[in-house]
T-cell receptor, first 113, second 110 residues
Framework: DTGVSQDPRHKITKRGQNVTFRCDPISEHNRLYWYRQTLGQGPEFLTYFQNEAQLEKSRLLSDRFSAERPKGSFSTLEIQRTEQGDSAMYLC???????????FGDGTRLSIL | QQPVQSPQAVILREGEDAVINCSSSKALYSVHWYRQKHGEAPVFLMILLKGGEQKGHDKISASFNEKKQQSSLYLTASQLSYSGTYFCGTERGSQGNLIFGKGTKLSVKP
């Protein structure tokens, strides 16, 4: 069990640029979740996958955000035309299923200049 | 609807007890508890399902009052390692898309 891995750990970019983050879940976990966390707040749900199917996407999620999990293993989260308000820690978590512990990665910290 | 946690912060001496509450205005299916230390990922503590069960491991336990839509996390004989921010995550179904509270910052002093 190598844990949930996220890459990169930090990303600094200029406003308007596109960014992509990667998450490698624990290998036997079929659920994968994306959250966003800002300072002093709890993680905010963005979207989740059951294997390769994206089952839910937060209504708060702008259409600039898109996520994929093409083969049911790793996932990518892309943000297009980044804005200042996108600055946050982006967390990925995986689990064996619903009502199971979610194991979080260390996150990708995004800073928008 | 984001659950409400109380208190927002608490400072303890080693060996003291604490209770952290998590309340929702909506009917809940489950409550998940996590602890996050500064600069680290949230770490799972426990899940409670509707039915009013109580769970615990070591000196940390929790309860879920379905009628009140409230969960409480109990930390007894606190240790320095208990310091961190505690989050409750709630869900109204069983999909696992959690809505987290704003957290309770716990500081344990020697």
């Amino acid at each position: 069990d190598t844990g949930v891995s996220q890459d990169p750990r930090h990303k600094i970019t200029k406003r308007g640029q596109n960014v992509t983050f990667r998450c490698d879940p624990i290998s036997e976990h079929n659920r994968l979740y994306w959250y966003r966390q800002t300072l002093g707040q709890g993680p905010e749900f963005l979207t989740y996958f059951q294997n390769e199917a994206q089952l839910e996407k937060s209504r708060l999620l702008s259409d600039r955000f898109s996520a994929e999990r093409p083969k049911g293993s790793f996932s990518t989260l892309e943000i297009q035309r980044t804005e200042q308000g996108d600055s946050a820690m982006y967390l990925c978590a995986s689990s064996l299923g619903g009502l199971q512990p979610q194991h979080f990665g260390d996150g990708t910290r995004l800073s928008i200049l | 609807q984001q659950p409400v946690q109380s208190p927002q912060a608490v400072i303890l001496r080693e060996g003291e007890d604490a209770v952290i509450n998590c309340s929702s205005s909506k009917a809940l299916y489950s409550v998940h508890w996590y602890r996050q230390k500064h600069g680290e990922a949230p770490v799972f503590l426990m899940i409670l399902l509707k039915g009013g069960e109580q769970k615990g491991h070591d000196k940390i336990s929790a309860s879920f009052n379905e009628k009140k839509q409230q969960s409480s996390l109990y930390l007894t004989a606190s240790q320095l390692s208990y310091s961190g921010t505690y989050f409750c995550g709630t869900e109204r179904g069983s999909q696992g898309n959690l809505i987290f509270g704003k957290g309770t910052k716990l500081s344990v002093k020697p």
